[in-house]
């Protein structure tokens, strides 16, 4: 991820190697370029960030913006924002699939082997029940 810069302003987000290329095709550059070649033409690293702690990605939305200039380098930065009710509605609604989708599976691969078990008394029913709990709670329906 790299930031072309004009006069110490970020005039480019995100930016590339492939970008420079291509605006300066008459430029014979080198197969790999240096950042110190890249910086000749005003285009610098930038430092991946983490979104910030505490993110909700169901209630918010995280969009990067653009770097920060800090003690000379270059960081990402990260807008958050509510989300829509309609994009909240849509989260919800794909968690709640997932989840449903997941313990289908977890039923069919780990629940369902442990039934047959307790119904020919190589397991107990305490024991299926405890899974069928287990794998509620793993796959939780959000709420």
Known sequence: ??????????????????????????????????????????????TPMEIPDGFDNVNQNATTVNPELIDGVWHQKWL?????????????????????????SAYVTESDPLFFKAQRGEATMDEWIALVAEIKMRYSYPT
């Open 80 to 104: 958050i924002e509510a989300a829509s009710p309609e994009e909240v509605a849509q989260r919800i609604s794909d968690l709640a699939q997932n989840a449903k989708a997941s313990r289908a």
């Open 1 to 46: 991820m790299f930031v072309k810069v004009v006069d110490g302003v970020v005039d480019v987000f995100p930016y590339g190697p492939d970008v420079l290329r291509r605006e300066n095709p008459q430029t014979s550059f080198p197969d790999v370029l240096s950042n110190e070649t890249l910086a000749d033409w005003g285009v610098f690293p930038v």
